[in-house]
């Protein structure tokens, strides 16, 4: 049979769009295979998470990181608190204009100063205190100390009271000291009841300090997913699986700025950090090391990001390939799957 060459172009050409095609589809429909590849190539990440929509679009765990173990995820846990603050003060158990002298009189009254008394819990969670840091340089001393407490307490100011941030540990780990004052329990226990049981979060290891409260701020343990389920009650206004579980009013106020980092492009809330990625504003939990919970309201969705702590230095050299991911790779995903 003969076949004229116009016919044989014709055909040929034809095979080719169709292979085209073909071929076309597979990397649309796994491009969220292309984002982990990309995130593969970040050599101490362990894991990524994305959701949008209230839908889990794909989980990834690199380097032998399990997705059931519960890992330290540093100062992410001083959002925790903050959520722990809003329920308390939800209940009525605290009041943010309550102030140290309220919950500290022995101490007070040992060491009278009464502009350290004035301390608001609203100025704690702001990191607005006004008391020397016992992060950072301090850290050390602050955690081998008998009383961290009153290591916290002791400290001189070094800004006035509810101005320049000064981002300290000791200062979150006060507020959850309050929340066991004020509600009789410890700050484990009304975590489980108010919150991580409502979501069905499994809490891994929590330090206390050598006085047996729970350590507010640093060196909580939890799964990846666990963390997802505090980004999406955060996104959702305070709500989980229809069940209310912290104020939307109580949220709203956590992402509000009230203060910004010394040293980085971030603003700060109740605990929790902004700052603007690829046009949209971004809020995040923030840990040590690159343990991340990131919420964007303007495409509904919530990423997780953890990062292998081997390694990690306070030079933070983790943050810029984690927020070029952000933006080269999941916020462009998103958007896409949005439009």
Known sequence: MNISPLRVILLTSYFLLCNAFLFAQPIEKNSIDNLFDEAESINTLRSVLIQQNGELLGAEFFRNASPDYPYNIKSASKSIISLLTGIAVDKGDIALDETLGDYFPEYFEENPNPKKARITLRNLLSMQSGL?????????????SDNWVEFQLDQPFVEEPGDTMVYSTGTSHLLSVIIAKATGMSTKAFAEEYL????????????????????????????????????????????????????????????KTYTRSNYNPYDYGYMWWNRPVAGYKVFFAWGFGGQYIFMIPELNSVAVITNSLNGATQRRTYKEPIFNLLENNIIPFLEKRAS
């Not at 300090?209 to 963390?227: I, S, W």
């Open 132 to 144: 020397e840091t016992t992060s950072f340089y301090n850290y050390g001393a602050w955690v081998i």
């Open 196 to 255: 991580f049981d409502p979501l069905d979060i499994n809490i891994g290891g929590w330090d206390r300090d050598p006085n047996g409260f729970y350590m507010g701020g640093n060196n909580m343990a939890m799964t990846p997913d666990d963390l997802l389920k505090i980004g999406q009650l955060m996104l959702n206004g305070g709500t989980y699986n229809g069940q209310r579980i912290v104020s939307k009013e109580w949220v709203r106020d956590s992402f």
